[in-house]
T-cell receptor, first 111, second 112 residues
Framework: GENVEQHPSTLSVQEGDSAVIKCTYSDSASNYFPWYKQELGKRPQLIIDIRSNVGEKKDQRIAVTLNKTAKHFSLHITETQPEDSAVYFCAASKRGNKLVFGAGTILRVKS | DAGVTQSPTHLIKTRGQQVTLRCSPKSGHDTVSWYQQALGQGPQFIFQYYEEEERQRGNFPDRFSGHQFPNYSSELNVNALLLGDSALYLC???????????FGNGTRLTVT
């Protein structure tokens, strides 16, 4: 079945620096790739998503890139702020919104 | 506009017991999915309901069952609870089977 690997498992950056989280998926039929942010004790919240017909998408300080050939996609956060500290999950789907999630990345932004 | 609401927030059960978790989707959403999130892991897909029928299912045993009501709300039932069923159970709703998921705050189930 589909498998999604996510790296790194933890990431510490200085406030103002950029953060990059990478994911690799196994099923070439996957066509939808969302990213979720989950703060401690709270619900996962969708922060950005991309479909397979697009290579890059930006929303203010957040961007996602997709390389279909290599089957990997990445989340880029620029000018990080303390409130960006959370667990970030990537996911992939080939059948509607049945998502396969990565194991998560704990992002710590040090002020 | 209320988002996805789940009840109860926390639950403690004993091995072998049965549990029912409830979910009300966001207004305007008709599709409900359930996910299990073990501590320190990403959510795992259990199943999805649309038009009161189970449409897709993940790799979970038959002990996990569900239901969707005409008002689109949903229940997740787990029978013969095991210690390994301890997790955060997340409900997510969407406008249809292909739209982004909106998650609820989850139900924290502890099996002792």
């Amino acid at each position: 079945g589909e498998n999604v690997e996510q790296h790194p498992s933890t990431l510490s950056v200085q406030e103002g620096d950029s953060a990059v989280i990478k994911c690799t998926y196994s099923d070439s039929a996957s066509n939808y790739f969302p990213w979720y942010k989950q703060e401690l004790g709270k619900r996962p919240q969708l922060i950005i998503d991309i479909r397979s017909n697009v290579g890059e998408k930006k929303d203010q300080r957040i961007a996602v890139t997709l390389n279909k050939t290599a089957k990997h996609f990445s989340l880029h956060i620029t000018e990080t702020q303390p409130e960006d500290s959370a667990v970030y999950f990537c996911a992939a789907s080939k059948r509607g919104n049945k998502l396969v999630f990565g194991a998560g990345t704990i992002l710590r932004v040090k002020s | 506009d209320a988002g996805v609401t789940q009840s109860p927030t926390h639950l403690i059960k004993t091995r072998g017991q049965q549990v029912t978790l409830r979910c009300s989707p966001k207004s305007g959403h008709d599709t409900v999915s359930w996910y299990q999130q073990a501590l320190g892991q990403g959510p795992q897909f259990i199943f999805q309901y649309y038009e009161e029928e189970e449409r897709q299912r993940g790799n979970f045993p038959d002990r996990f069952s569900g239901h969707q009501f005409p008002n689109y709300s949903s229940e997740l039932n787990v029978n013969a609870l095991l210690l390994g069923d301890s997790a955060l159970y997340l409900c997510a709703s969407s406008q249809d089977r292909f739209s982004p998921l909106h998650f609820g705050n989850g139900t924290r189930l502890t099996v002792t």
